[in-house]
């Protein structure tokens, strides 16, 4: 992973007030630093790349920072430069997903016998903490039942409901949430100019949409589009590489269904077959966005809760192309691309059975 995030790392937010779409936790964390009210357990949930780690390596120097201003480290005095360059002894990180063991919670726990060495407190970050064993969660429980006043312990997991409830009820818990793709597009576009490289803005837009709420994702694909070297990055390099799909083409796809259009389905199928475009990828796209016709149809409100997958204008396309249908096609349709996707993975021809599903539909087919 070492070269892969290297742009990550470059470019990780180094204060609260850099990090990107978790204004509720910051404001939180930042108050409880200004009324000295910190506690001694946090939790970070939420999904990967959304900054939990970020954050914890931030507050930690937050709380040991020799002159903090407005909450926030000053990233100067010694004990930040120690805590960011990793190498305060008074930092324990420990990545649960490789070190699952009673070992390291034991030395943990030993450790928090004793007084931070130089630092205020003594900071134990905890990443993928649902991973821990369950001799290694009752080794953490006894610790957070009696924490010592000069330690702060900070949980990060991308699954939570994996953490037993005597641990959850002991900490405080925060969820992060997963980013807007207009936010991505604007630390992509931030990041490129800091690289001196440009895109198009459907390539950025693109990198965005398929990184799911993750700025580490976009940022890592980001990277491995940059080291091809094509400058300015065209959507044809960056559909070339990772074999992502326009959401375009599939409102192309969409608008033929809508208006009973056979011959013009068939030949954006095919078309799409001459680009090199990935059948099983095609089919998890298409079914995605027919389930959120299919949802926006049933109540226009629903929308809100993928509004941060689109830009204003594709949600409105959105919502337009919902309306072309009557909701029982769009139940069909949903089901013959779900019966589709399970046969794809049989059929040596995996865009056949897509085919068959939307040869049915437009049919009016009901042998699905």
């Known amino acids: 992973n070492t070269k892969r995030f290297v742009l990550y790392r470059k470019y990780r937010p180094q204060r609260f007030h850099e990090v990107v779409g978790q204004e509720h936790v910051i404001q939180t964390l930042k108050n409880a630093l200004l009324l000295d009210r910190v506690s001694h357990a946090y939790l970070f949930a939420g999904p990967r790349g959304t900054g939990k780690t970020t954050v914890a390596r931030i507050l930690a120097r937050a709380v040991n920072c020799l002159s903090p201003k407005d909450g926030e480290p000053d990233n100067k005095c010694v004990e ?6 990793g190498r305060a002894i008074d930092l324990v990180e420990i990545d649960a997903a490789s070190n699952r063991g009673i070992d390291e919670i034991r030395a943990l726990r030993e450790g928090i016998g004793f007084l931070p060495v130089k630092a205020s ?11 821990l064993t369950k001799e290694a969660f009752n080794a953490l429980l006894k610790t957070l039942e009696e924490p010592p006043a000069h330690a702060l312990f900070l949980l990060a997991t991308t699954e939570p409901a994996k953490v037993p409830l005597t641990i959850l009820s002991r900490v ?9 793709v207009p936010e991505i597009i604007e630390e992509l576009s931030r990041v490129m100019k800091a690289e001196e490289v440009s895109a198009e803005p459907a390539a950025v837009a693109l990198l965005a949409s398929h990184a799911e709420g993750s700025l580490r994702d976009a940022e890592s694909r980001l990277e491995q589009v940059m080291t091809v070297g094509e400058n300015p ?14 959401t375009e083409k599939i409102r192309s796809v969409v608008a033929a269904l809508a208006r009973k259009d056979a011959a013009e389905t068939m030949s954006l199928l095919q078309r799409l077959q001459e680009e090199g475009c990935d059948p099983h990828e095609f089919a998890r796209a298409l079914t995605r966005y027919v389930r959120k016709l299919l949802l926006t149809r049933v109540n226009p409100d629903v929308t809100a809760y993928f509004a941060s997958e689109f830009s204003p204008e594709d949600l409105e396309t959105l919502k337009a192309q919902a309306a072309a249908f009557h909701l029982p096609e769009l139940s069909r349709l949903t089901q013959l691309l779900l ?4 046969e794809m993975k049989r059929t040596p021809i995996p865009m056949l059975p897509i085919e068959i599903a939307l040869v049915q539909f437009l049919s009016g087919d009901e042998k699905a």
């Open 121 to 131: 407190k003594k900071v134990f970050i905890i990443d993928e903490v649902h991973m």
């Open 80 to 85: 930040c430069l120690e805590f960011q360059a």
């Open 339 to 342: 019966s589709a996707e399970f």
């Open 233 to 246: 990055i065209t959507k044809e390099k960056v559909e070339t590489i990772f074999g992502l799909l326009d």
């Open 172 to 180: 405080q818990r925060f969820d992060f949430r997963r980013l807007a």
